[in-house]
T-cell receptor
Framework: AQSVTQPDIHITVSEGASLELRCNYSYGATPYLFWYVQSPGQGLQLLLKYFSGDTLVQGIKGFEAEFKRSQSSFNLRKPSVHWSDAAEYFCALQPYGGSQGNLIFGKGTKLSVKP | EAGVAQSPRYKIIEKRQSVAFWCNPISGHATLYWYQQILGQGPKLLIQFQNNGVVDDSQLPKDRFSAERLKGVDSTLKIQPAKLEDSAVYLC?????????????FGPGTRLTVT
């Protein structure tokens, strides 16, 4: 079965520190992978996506993610966190090919940023 | 361009009552999705429309949930009768098409509380 696991429910980092949010997936082939951010009261905003090619993907707001096939992982990173990055982050998988547009989400990781 | 619009933003009802949510997708987007996001979990797809036809409603509880997309533009999601476990945020998203390379754009959601 297809699934996404985000092992960390809540992470707190200091402003200016580096960040890594973990994401592991289960899928029979290489899926399409996404990271979304959700601020309180807001909809989901796409940070970045991986379809194929270069395994290091750059996104908006200074985020990047690395696809590691051997580890079935797609971890999100940022070198220096800003207070405005406090939000909930969701990793998502989309089955490859065809017209299957539905996203399969992890449970999310809530990021808190301390001054 | 205007984003995905949803209304109402908040709704409180008693169990066994009915409720309806409305979604207006981004102009020109043929594909529309409804997701249910229960507190502490990632969004889960309820139904996917391509124009005014249903592509996937496998996870829609059809005994109480219904959705339509008349004229292939706006959509409504209805719950009748509501149960306590229906308390969640209902997210609408749209994309240009159903293929996996089309980004989904999310609305702000409707937070439903069933008492």
């Amino acid at each position: 079965a297809q699934s996404v696991t985000q092992p960390d429910i809540h992470i707190t980092v200091s402003e200016g520190a580096s960040l890594e949010l973990r994401c592991n997936y289960s899928y029979g082939a290489t899926p399409y992978l996404f990271w979304y951010v959700q601020s309180p009261g807001q909809g989901l905003q796409l940070l970045l996506k991986y379809f194929s090619g270069d395994t290091l993907v750059q996104g908006i707001k200074g985020f990047e993610a690395e696809f590691k096939r051997s580890q079935s992982s797609f971890n999100l990173r940022k070198p220096s966190v800003h207070w405005s990055d406090a939000a909930e982050y969701f990793c998502a998988l989309q089955p490859y090919g065809g017209s299957q547009g539905n996203l399969i989400f992890g449970k999310g990781t809530k990021l808190s940023v301390k001054p | 361009e205007a984003g995905v619009a949803q209304s109402p933003r908040y709704k409180i009802i008693e169990k066994r009552q009915s409720v309806a949510f409305w979604c207006n997708p981004i102009s020109g987007h043929a594909t529309l999705y409804w997701y249910q996001q229960i507190l502490g979990q990632g969004p889960k797809l309820l139904i996917q429309f391509q124009n005014n036809g249903v592509v996937d409603d496998s996870q829609l509880p059809k005994d109480r949930f219904s959705a339509e997309r008349l004229k292939g533009v706006d959509s409504t999601l209805k719950i009748q009768p509501a149960k306590l476990e229906d308390s969640a945020v209902y997210l609408c998203a749209s994309s240009l098409g159903p293929l996996t390379n089309y980004e989904q754009y999310f609305g702000p959601g409707t937070r439903l509380t069933v008492t």
